[in-house]
Every structure is written in C-alpha cells, then in structure tokens.
C-alpha cells in the first residue's frame, strides 16, 4: 500500500525496494496518462484553435526512484534488455494516491531513457529516472 504520497511496484518485473523496504517513488508526467489522450493545441492565424490529439499509445512519462539498490538497478536493466532483445515491450506497474498503473511500455530512446546525477554511496543511486512510452 503506497504511503505518504509515494509509488510503489515494479518495473519489467524487478520490485522497487532496498533492503527489502519500498523506495520512494514518483510518477513523473502521470498527467499524459489520465485522459486516455495527449495532444497540443494550435492556434491558427484565423484565431481558430486546433486541437490535435492521439490516445495514450507512445504517452511518455517517467519513474523517478529517489533511492534504488545498484543490484535492483542492474536487474532492471537487464530485464528490458532482455525484453528489448526479443523485441517485447515490458510491464511497469505502479501505485500512488493518484495513479494506478500497469502499463506496457518501451524505453523512451528519444532522450537519455535512465539518469542519475549522483552515487550517495557504492550501493545505492540517488535520483534514478526512467523515461518510458506507453507501448501500443
């Protein structure tokens, strides 16, 4: 059960947790998932708005863990790697006040897809982002 705010569940099968406690997790950009729709608007130079719109497929959004494990990190890795080798798209499933996900997804390669600007000590990484695209 997610508590204070924070996410809890899986990415490609690995659970988030340290120590076999849940890491705090947000969902980034879980907006893009609520409508069933993203899109932009337009305004044309007659003044009219346009309005364009796609469903949900290739939504992006992120996963931001604020403490993971390396060794979870490394499994994660490997298992969209794997997923990735057999051209499979992976599950990420998460749970917050919110959002309720269990999306089918692929990396978001049109930007660095995992980031983390910092290693607080040698077993665990601070800040770790993933970028994924809902999968159609």
Known sequence: ??????????????????????????????????????????????GAVRVQTIVTSYAPFGVLVFALDATARAGIISAIQTALDADLAFNVTLADGVHSLNLSVVPDFSQQWISYPAQRMTAFLSDVLFRFLVSP
């Open 1 to 46: 059960m997610p508590t204070l705010g924070y996410a809890t569940g899986s990415i490609a099968g690995v659970n988030l947790t340290s120590g076999g406690v849940d890491c705090k997790t947000e969902i980034i950009d879980g907006a893009n998932l609520q409508l069933g729709r993203v899109g932009s608007v337009v305004v044309a130079a007659s």
